[in-house]
């Protein structure tokens, strides 16, 4: 069974950090380009970082400098370290492959407030 599991997720006074995980059932997490994605209520889904397998990273304009996106490919599982978070960060967190056989996880929640 191929599926993915977001977690790490939690409520966070802006400026404060979190760590998000996504760990994958199978391999074609360590083989292909992962990325994490982002939907807040009312908006589209948005690519938040993606990462090759071999480490070029990538980021959205709102993402630079704040966050990195790291892999472990022996563990089929993906990063996201958030910094500096604001409330705009508030949404659910995604990650996919670009298999196109990748599910999407169930998500994991980031509440950026004081």
Known sequence: QVQLVESGGGLVQPGGSLRLSCAGSGNFVSIYTMGWYRQAPGKE???VASITRDGRTNYADSAK???TISRDN???TVYLQMNSLKPEDTAVYYCKSSWYGSPWGQGT???VSS
């Open 45 to 47: 889904r948005e690519l």
């Open 65 to 67: 400098g704040r966050f």
């Open 74 to 76: 022996a563990k089929n």
């Open 109 to 111: 929640q980031v509440t």
